[in-house]
């Protein structure tokens, strides 16, 4: 069993920026690469981006430049650095470890004036 929590969301305004932090407990050996998803309302849930366990990092074209990815292995939490938010970035923001049938219950993140 893994429990993810993530955390950071909030309102901003577009331009603004967000830390989301995913704090990982429980069985978190087997987990290896991690991804950031995202579902806006009538949408499907989308990967925004993934780091493998050597650190390497791939990005949905849209977000490209504006999101970073990162770990902290001490701490069991992943991150995802948001800069340069637009309104079409709204959605709740979930982590998964990729391939796993695990899923937290996600932050949400309105980008709006």
């Known amino acids: 069993q893994v429990q993810l929590v993530e955390s950071g969301g909030g309102l901003v305004q577009p331009g603004g920026s967000l830390r989301l932090s995913c704090a990982a407990s429980?069985?978190?050996?087997?987990?290896?690469?991690m991804g950031w998803y995202r579902q806006a309302p009538g949408n499907q849930r989308e990967l925004v981006a993934a780091?493998?366990?050597?650190?390497?990092?791939n990005y949905r074209d849209s977000v490209k430049g504006r999101f970073t990815i990162s770990t902290d292995s001490a701490k069991n939490t992943l991150y995802l650095q948001m800069d340069s938010l637009k309104p079409e970035d709204t959605a709740v923001y979930y982590c998964h470890p990729l391939g796993s049938i695990y899923w937290g219950k996600g932050t949400r993140v309105t980008v709006s004036s």
């Open positions: 429980g069985s978190i050996f087997s987990i290896n690469n």
């Open positions: 780091i493998t366990s050597g650190g390497s990092t």
